[in-house]
């Protein structure tokens, strides 16, 4: 990787208020812990308008901050068709996200286009379940998840060279 070029990755969701801000929060901090995270431009987006402008669910917060992660300078924005020339990896939470992602993504940029959890190791699940109508414990589920996979991303990230 050209050591000028930042790897940059958009993580997305539905509205941008749950799942992408926590993934983008805890890549965030994983990849800073391993020494990589001056390698990367991370944001995250969501493939509906629902809440552009605002901060991630006070929920998702809560639950991020008892982990360490503070989500709080994050506002939701929804994917615009510059981000998917602008970012090298584009890695939705689950398939419903990803189908919306691969109808409006260009041909060229197809192979950009991954799910979360096909990079975690410790878990068989295939997508980070939407917490927004569930309890607490969905958000903690979310952080469990979302932790197994950014750590799987990282040594994948590793193995192809994009980080070192």
């Known amino acids: 990787m050209n050591s000028e070029k930042k790897?940059?990755?958009?993580?997305?969701?539905?509205?941008?208020?749950?799942?992408?801000?926590?993934?983008?929060?805890?890549?965030?901090?994983?990849?800073?812990?391993?020494?990589?995270?001056?390698?990367?431009?991370?944001?995250?987006a969501g493939t509906h308008a629902y809440h552009i402008g605002e901060q991630p669910d006070l929920r998702s917060q809560e639950f991020a901050m008892k982990r360490?992660?503070?989500?709080?300078?994050q506002r939701a924005r929804k994917v615009v068709a510059d981000d998917f020339d602008k970012?090298?990896?584009i890695i939705a939470m689950d398939k419903h996200?990803?189908?919306?992602?691969?109808?409006?993504?260009?041909v060229a940029y197809q192979h950009k286009l991954s799910l979360m959890m096909s990079y975690a190791t410790?878990?068989?699940?295939?997508?980070?379940?939407?917490?927004?109508?569930?309890?607490?414990r969905g958000f903690d589920q979310v952080l469990d998840y979302i932790e197994?996979?950014?750590?799987?991303?990282?040594?994948?990230?590793?193995?192809?060279?994009h980080v070192q």
């Open 7 to 44: 790897l940059a990755i958009l993580f997305v969701c539905m509205g941008n208020i749950c799942r992408s801000p926590t993934a983008e929060g805890v890549f965030r901090a994983r990849s800073d812990a391993a020494g990589l995270g001056h390698q990367l431009q991370l944001d995250s």
């Open 68 to 73: 360490g992660i503070d989500l709080s300078s």
């Open 87 to 89: 970012f090298d990896l």
């Open 97 to 106: 996200n990803l189908a919306v992602l691969e109808k409006i993504c260009p």
């Open 122 to 136: 410790r878990s068989d699940a295939d997508e980070v379940p939407d917490p927004y109508y569930g309890g607490a």
């Open 148 to 161: 197994d996979a950014s750590d799987g991303l990282i040594e994948v990230l590793k193995i192809r060279g």
